[in-house]
T-cell receptor, first 115, second 113 residues
Framework: KAGVTQTPRYLIKTRGQQVTLSCSPI?????VSWYQQTPGQGLQFLFE???????NKGNFPGRFSGRQFSNSRSEMNVSTLELGDSALYLC??????????????FGPGTRLTVT | GENVEQHPSTLSVQEGDSAVIKCTYS??????FPWYKQELGKGPQLIID?????GEKKDQRIAVTLNKTAKHFSLHITETQPEDSAVYFC????????????FGSGTQLTVLP
């Protein structure tokens, strides 16, 4: 099976712009989670989607949003970018149904740089 | 919410020696504890996990132990090899409405040839 794929792998944006990142989960996985990874804060949970519904949300401002499509592919959007949004954004998929966050498999991430 | 502390932050071992990384968690209701390995330029890779109803789990050279009473769990790597060099993260899931996967701060393991 192909792993989790994320596009683009690298992105440079200017402060104030918005950005959309894409994630394709492992075939058959219906749960998709997003994480932000920075040297200072480590790995932080953003949100989780299952069957096109957001089930869980971390402590991030409303500028961070996401959605999931009927084929389980997911996108996350960050509006009004700030310098502090520079990070590696990771997507993870899980084969679990009701659980969702168990046995998560990560993609390679999208490296976002905000200038 | 859940808080996971991980020690040490860096660990150097000689090839062939064992490596142990320890984590503690705060929420006694947490019931799932995965370990991830992250190599440079890659996403975290799930290497082993354990549920709260199990005290120990082993997979070849890797083992994880869980002490629910003390609220800590450990990763043990035996017969270390240079390719084991990476950053290792522990994590925990706290059930309930949030059900977030909370990560430790990571351990940079270096295996010296």
């Amino acid at each position: 099976k192909a792993g989790v794929t994320q596009t683009p792998r690298y992105l440079i944006k200017t402060r104030g712009q918005q950005v959309t990142l894409s994630c394709s989960p492992i075939s058959g996985h219906r749960s998709v989670s997003w994480y932000q990874q920075t040297p200072g804060q480590g790995l932080q949970f953003l949100f989780e989607y299952f069957s096109e519904t957001q089930r869980n949300k971390g402590n991030f401002p409303g500028r961070f949003s996401g959605r999931q499509f009927s084929n389980s592919r997911s996108e996350m959007n960050v509006s009004t970018l700030e310098l502090g949004d520079s990070a590696l954004y990771l997507c993870a998929s899980s084969p679990q149904g009701t659980g969702g966050l168990y046995e998560q498999y990560f993609g390679p991430g999208t490296r976002l740089t905000v200038t | 919410g859940e808080n996971v502390e991980q020690h040490p932050s860096t660990l150097s071992v000689q090839e062939g020696d064992s490596a142990v990384i320890k984590c503690t968690y705060s929420d006694s209701a947490s019931n799932y504890f995965p370990w991830y390995k992250q190599e440079l330029g890659k996403g975290p890779q799930l290497i082993i996990d354990i549920r709260s109803n199990v005290g120990e789990k082993k997979d070849q050279r890797i083992a994880v132990t869980l002490n629910k009473t003390a609220k800590h769990f450990s990763l043990h790597i035996t017969e270390t090899q240079p390719e084991d060099s990476a950053v290792y993260f522990c994590a925990a899931i706290s059930p309930g409405s949030a059900r977030q996967l909370t990560f430790g701060s990571g351990t940079q393991l270096t295996v010296l040839p």
